[in-house]
């Protein structure tokens, strides 16, 4: 059975990238990021995502 910790934990995902891309479209907005800038970092976010819940099931351990 799922813990209330780890429902909580699923249930910030979707408001922080909601946050993250509401500050990057800011900054580019304002001119404090540059769209090329913006572009060739997003292959970035998907493998840093993965990687984070990779490590989260590997330290979770066999069920």
């Known amino acids: 059975m799922e ?4 429902r909580r ?3 910030l995902f979707g408001p922080l990238i909601l946050i993250l891309v509401g500050m990057v479209l800011l900054l580019e907005r304002i001119g ?8 060739q970092w997003l ?3 998907p493998i840093l995502i993965g990687g984070v ?3 989260k099931r590997l330290r ?3 069920r």
């Open 3 to 6: 813990s209330t910790s780890s």
């Open 9 to 11: 934990n699923r249930g």
């Open 32 to 39: 404090m990021l540059d769209r090329h800038t913006i572009w």
């Open 43 to 45: 292959p970035l976010f």
């Open 53 to 55: 819940l990779l490590l």
């Open 60 to 62: 979770r351990g066999p």
